[in-house]
């Protein structure tokens, strides 16, 4: 289970998980568990990158991986 940065990140931007979630298409419950630490696909990190503004090259600010 890695550390990541998805949480904070997101709430420094004060956004909800409902509205990430949206934003990224992909489920509240989906993103709950990457702020708790759990894997994930890689393309479920590049919508959630790209959903919060950050380009792909910047992956290792939000994800340990």
Known sequence: MGKNA????????????????RK???????????????NCRLETKRKILLALGYKLSDRNK???D
Not at 24 to 38: F, Q
Request: net charge positive; aromatic share 6%; glycine share 6%.
């Open 6 to 21: 998805l949480k904070e990140i997101r709430e420094s931007f004060l956004m909800s998980k409902a509205e990430l979630s």
């Open 62 to 64: 939000i994800f340990a």
């Open 24 to 38: 990224a298409g992909v489920s509240p419950i989906t993103l709950d568990r990457i702020e708790k630490g759990k």
